[in-house]
């Protein structure tokens, strides 16, 4: 797979995946234990305060996560069609995930960043038998610098 380390801006240090239960979002429904990673801090950044609203402050009390992932671990790919349309079809983009959770072929899986060209999130599937081989290994407060939102809110 290649991959050692992947990234998670969180409120809670958990992969447990339990905010799935509660939350639909891009790749699962409402009712499915989910966790979403990324590759880089950045990214797990980016994915955090795409769902902010300007009015409101930037978050505190978020914690980054560093999650290790084993090098051996196999990984599936979700297939996107080639035209970006699958990024506003949230049916399309929530039922691919939906059944990969759903075989349970894998505990990792990967998908095309809905926000950044060139750039991939990992979905983990904390049922799959394999997902306790996935830890958080460090954890450190996530600093959102006031820079990121100061010209969107004029």
Known sequence: MGIKDLWRISNHRSLS?????KYAARWHSVGRRIVYLAESPAGAMVE???HLELEDDLPVGYTLLRVRVPDDLPLEEINVPKSNAWKSNHNLSRS????????????????????LPN????????LHRDAELIQIVDSTRAEFDSRLLKHLRG
């Open 119 to 126: 750039t991939w999130n990992y979905l983990l599937n904390p």
């Open 96 to 115: 691919l995930g939906d059944e990969w959770l759903a075989r349970r072929t894998t505990a990792l899986a990967r998908v095309p960043s809905a926000l």
């Open 17 to 21: 995946g339990e905010g799935g239960l």
């Open 48 to 50: 955090v305060l795409v």
